[in-house]
């Protein structure tokens, strides 16, 4: 059986690109997947294919969900890789849209379908979004560093090239794939601070978005991402200020991201405290908040 499970064939995409996320490993506070499924809602995109799961998923790890249909009747719902087309006359270039979890064996297999789609499909460029930890402050912009085959393509962007070596997930695995390949390539991370990690980050999502509309020249209506993002900043503050060593750690985070700036001496939590104390913070707020109810 082929994993690749077409709906229908799109036609007459116009120099499309392919952006590519994955839930898991490469995606820290649901950054990625959110931003490529913010996109996927703006621009109206359309399902047209899936990736079935059977050959790349351990489902003990990534579960299939029972859901019910008609309210009484059972099914099953697996962990498919599905694509999107959205088109957008008014740019100069269409896009395909891939968002998943990200699968458990045969990488290289699972690269290859997707490097092979791109070549039907006449895709001009792929770009994978990711999303990482970060010993970063949340009151500071969200970094987003990336990497190209294209050199000018970077320095366009404002983008600066990783120098990370280490483990890897899908994302770097599909990227080589597609340097292998011939298609021209780029990869998208953003930096999320590691103390609020469990929670979704709008902030870092609009970040991906931002930098990915200058990639690929396709503007995108983002008021919603950033009122989320407003809103998101506003219960992380309140958060912070509500205990003096949360605080004390944060100002530590902005003056190593400000080296000009003295050092504050005295010990602090520990980043693993923090992150569960404000977690606890967020958890308890939930919606009875008044403040809370406005956002």
Request: glycine share 6%; aromatic share 6%.
């Amino acid at each position: 059986m082929q994993p690749l499970n077409w709906e229908y064939r799109p036609d007459g995409l116009r120099a499309p690109a392919l952006i590519c996320a994955f839930k898991g490993w490469n995606d820290a506070a649901d950054a990625a997947s959110s931003a490529i499924t913010f996109v996927a809602g703006a621009l109206g995109a359309q399902r047209f294919a899936t990736i079935d799961p059977e050959e790349f998923y351990d489902f003990q790890s990534t579960r299939p969900q029972v859901k019910l249909a008609d309210g009484h009747a059972r099914r099953i719902v697996w962990p498919e890789v599905e694509l999107y087309e959205a088109r957008v006359p008014r740019a100069p270039r269409d896009l395909v849209l891939l968002v998943g979890h990200e699968p458990s064996f045969r990488w290289r297999t699972f690269s290859r379908v997707i490097s092979e789609l791109a070549e039907a499909l006449g895709t001009q460029l792929v770009v994978t979004l990711g999303a990482l930890l970060a010993d970063v402050p949340h009151t500071r912009p969200i970094s987003v560093t990336g990497m190209a085959t294209d050199t000018d393509l970077v320095m366009r962007l404002g983008l600066t090239r990783s120098s990370y070596e280490g483990p890897t997930g899908i994302v770097g695995v599909l990227h080589a794939a597609c340097q292998e390949s011939g298609l021209p390539s780029a990869s998208l991370w953003a930096a999320v601070p590691h103390y609020i990690a469990a929670a979704p980050n709008p902030k870092a999502a609009l970040a991906l978005v931002r930098k990915l509309e200058g990639l690929v020249q396709v503007a995108v209506d983002a008021s919603d991402l950033e009122s989320a993002t407003a809103d998101y900043d506003r219960q992380v503050n309140l958060a912070v200020q509500s205990d003096p060593d949360v605080q004390a750690f944060v100002e530590r985070l902005e003056q190593a991201a400000e080296p000009e700036l003295d050092e504050q001496e005295g010990p602090l939590p520990s980043g693993d405290t923090i992150a569960r104390e404000l977690q606890r913070f967020l958890r308890q707020r939930g919606d009875d908040d008044p403040d809370n109810a406005r956002g």
